[in-house]
Structure formats: C-alpha cells, structure tokens
Nanobody, 121 residues
Framework: QLQASGGGLVQAGGSLRLSCAGS????????MGWFRQTPGKAREFAAA????????AYADSVKGRFTISRGSGKMTVHLQMNSLKPEDTAVYYC????????????????WGQGTQVTVSS
C-alpha cells in the first residue's frame, strides 16, 4: 500500500515537498512515479524514478522545477516542487510499477490515495 502526504496551499513561486511511503512487495518494484489530476482531465505523468540506479524522468511541464528522489525504502519517494505555478494545482498521486515503462498510468500496479496541491496566484 502507498500513502502520499505533503500537499497543501502555497502561493505561486513557493515550494512544497510531497512524500510517498509504501509497504508490501517492495522487492518487485522497479519504478516509482508521481502523477497529477485535475477535475475532468485524465491523470497525467509528472515524474518517475527507475531501477536501482535511480534514473529520473520528468514531464516537460515540470522539468527544472520538480525533483524526484528516493527515501530509505524502495517504495519511499519524495517530490520536491519549486517555483510552483497555479497550473500545478492538482491532486498528486504516487504509484509503483514492476517494469521500466513509466509514462502511462497503466504502467503502474499500485497507487496511493492522492494529496491535494493548490497554488494560488
């Protein structure tokens, strides 16, 4: 199971740090990702960290502002979000996957409950 935390209300230009902690079949997990979703829209990829080497990938919309990193556990990840913009407002979800594919929600087998991020202008 995954548990996301760290969301909140922040002014544009501010920062937030999201965390995700998981338990269960951690040895099978290869990829951890963050997605975000706004009402009426599909869940979109934000960032991922892959494999033991910790390669990272980002959506163009967050590249240079967001940083994904691993915590002490294989299913523990953080998302440092800087220079936040109103368009970053969304519910953010963390997810775990068994394989190296990472862009689509269908690439992940386990999801957290989501944490709301609201950026005011």
């Amino acid at each position: 199971q995954l548990q996301a935390s760290g969301g909140g209300l922040v002014q544009a230009g501010g920062s937030l740090r999201l965390s995700c902690a998981g338990s269960g079949r951690t040895n099978s997990v290869y990829t951890m990702g963050w997605f975000r979703q706004t009402p009426g829209k599909a869940r979109e990829f934000a960032a991922a960290i892959l494999g033991s080497a910790g390669s990272t990938a980002y959506a163009d919309s967050v590249k240079g502002r967001f940083t994904i990193s691993r915590g002490s556990g294989k299913m523990t990840v953080h998302l440092q979000m800087n220079s936040l913009k109103p368009e970053d407002t969304a519910v953010y979800y963390c997810a775990a996957g068994y394989y190296s594919d990472y862009l689509s929600p269908s690439d992940y087998h386990n999801w957290g409950q989501g944490t709301q991020v609201t950026v005011s202008s």
